[in-house]
Nanobody, 117 residues
Framework: EVQLVESGGGLVQAGGSLRLSCAAS?????????IVWLRQAPGQEREGVSC????????WYADSVKGRFTISSDNAKNTVYLQMNSLKPEDTAIYYC?????????WGQGTQVTVSS
């Protein structure tokens, strides 16, 4: 089955850190893929947080997370990570990863991140 599997969410105090993982199953990330992390808080629209363009390795971050979050990829593990530091209560949301490229567009099931004040 072709799918993305997110993991690494949880409950953390403000100022803490989490590392989310987005693992591809049934396909392999390639240079044509763009991997995006998005989040959706209760009652709010889904928003883009960060992305990585696999061919160039270039990255993008939303202003709200710039300087605190880092996206990276491990081709050997077919996994993209989102390192989240200095977490704030407003980072609380379900985090999703999306892979978009020539092989298709895939979504994970989401992982809950809760930051307590």
């Amino acid at each position: 089955e072709v799918q993305l599997v997110e993991s690494g969410g949880g409950l953390v105090q403000a100022g803490g850190s989490l590392r989310l993982s987005c693992a591809a199953s049934g396909f392999t990330f390639d240079d044509d893929d763009t991997i995006v992390w998005l989040r959706q808080a209760p009652g709010q629209e889904r928003e883009g947080v960060s992305c990585i363009f696999m061919r160039a390795g270039s990255t993008w971050y939303a202003d709200s997370v710039k300087g605190r979050f880092t996206i990276s990829s491990d081709n050997a593990k077919n996994t993209v990570y989102l390192q989240m530091n200095s977490l704030k209560p407003e980072d609380t949301a379900i985090y999703y990863c999306n892979s978009d490229g020539l092989s298709g567009s895939y979504w994970g099931q989401g992982t809950q991140v809760t930051v307590s004040s």
